[in-house]
């Protein structure tokens, strides 16, 4: 890591990115922390033009500064959707300044907006890891999960009202049964008393016909009287 004079309100440590730049002392809103420097590169210069790195830092349309060299500290300030700082561009001058726009307190990662074309050019093809956009990301995933979750509850929750409702169908058809065969049962037992009633008259009635009948007496005719 670079060497920085103790009386500098920053050192260079690591976080969630790789390297980044961090407060050691309070800084005050407004106030400035550190400039962005590196060699000038001339656009109109097709040496210049040819060069390609993630430390350029274009001042207009014609100057860039290139940040790779590593005496610029501020190349380790990382990029945030939502920063503590920003850069002051002052293009006739070719210079930049890093500058707190929010109190920033010793410990916290200094950091600033990189600019739409950095962000679609390097940070969004690979998802971008500052704090907000984490944020965002692990509120999004808790969604999920919580989503997830209830539409498991909801299909647990459906399936125990259709088990339910099946073992109803199951308990009624069962009920149904066990009273068609009480049914069944006393059908059979009334058709056993009937038929045994029958069989009992057709005895008496057959008992009674074989015996003898009492024999009747049928009177003499009188004697014709004579003259």
């Keep these: 890591m670079p060497a920085i004079p103790q009386n500098k309100p920053y050192r260079v440590g690591r976080s969630s990115t790789g390297l980044g730049l961090f407060a050691t002392k309070p800084i005050k809103k407004g106030s400035k922390i550190i400039r962005y420097f590196g060699p000038l590169l001339d656009s109109k210069k097709k040496k210049d033009d040819a060069i390609e790195n993630k430390y350029l830092f274009e001042l207009n349309n014609r100057w860039t500064i290139d940040g790779s ?38 410990g916290e990662e200094i950091n600033y907006d990189y600019g739409t074309d950095y962000f679609k050019a390097y940070l969004k093809p690979i998802g971008c890891k500052c704090e907000s956009c984490e944020k965002k990301r692990k509120k999004k995933r808790a969604e999920a999960r919580a989503e ?11 399936a125990l009202k259709e088990a339910e409702k099946q073992a109803a169908k199951v308990k009624k058809a069962r009920e149904n049964l066990k009273q068609k065969l009480k049914r069944k049962r006393e059908l059979n037992g009334h058709s056993k008393v009937a038929k045994a009633n029958g069989n009992s008259r057709v005895r008496v009635a057959s008992k009674r016909s074989s015996a003898p009948k009492p024999q009747v007496a049928v009177a003499s005719p009188a004697p014709a009287l004579q003259a």
């Design 69 to 106: 060299v590593r005496k610029n500290i501020a190349r380790y300030i990382n990029h945030a959707c939502k920063p503590n700082a920003e850069s002051d561009v002052k293009p006739r001058k070719r210079k930049v300044i890093i500058r707190a726009i929010k109190d920033i307190e010793p």
């Design 148 to 158: 997830k979750l209830r539409l498991k509850a909801k299909a647990e929750r459906k």
